[in-house]
């Protein structure tokens, strides 16, 4: 046993996640910041999602709310089963 706790090597997937700059910064708040964290991640999360849709129009409002989908039938699928 030692005195000092060695910080433990993360999963490739973890490492792969927050090395993309913007979303990687946002997702290591999320997931190791304080728990105040998690609103100002959902501001920032809304806010990309608003200056997609200024940035492209309608296709910037539609194709992330499509991506959703997968998430959102697992969630309901999760809620359901108890």
Request: aromatic letters at 14%.
């Amino acid at each position: 046993m030692s005195a000092i706790e060695m910080p433990r090597r993360l999963p490739i997937w973890q490492r792969i996640l927050f090395s993309v700059p913007l979303f990687g910064w946002i997702a290591r708040d999320a997931a190791y910041g304080k728990p105040e964290d998690w609103g100002y991640t959902a501001a920032a999360l809304v806010s990309m999602w608003g200056c997609s849709t200024l940035i492209f129009g309608l296709p910037g409002l539609y194709i992330p709310a499509v991506m959703m989908v997968p998430l959102i039938f697992l969630l309901l699928i999760l809620v359901s089963r108890g």
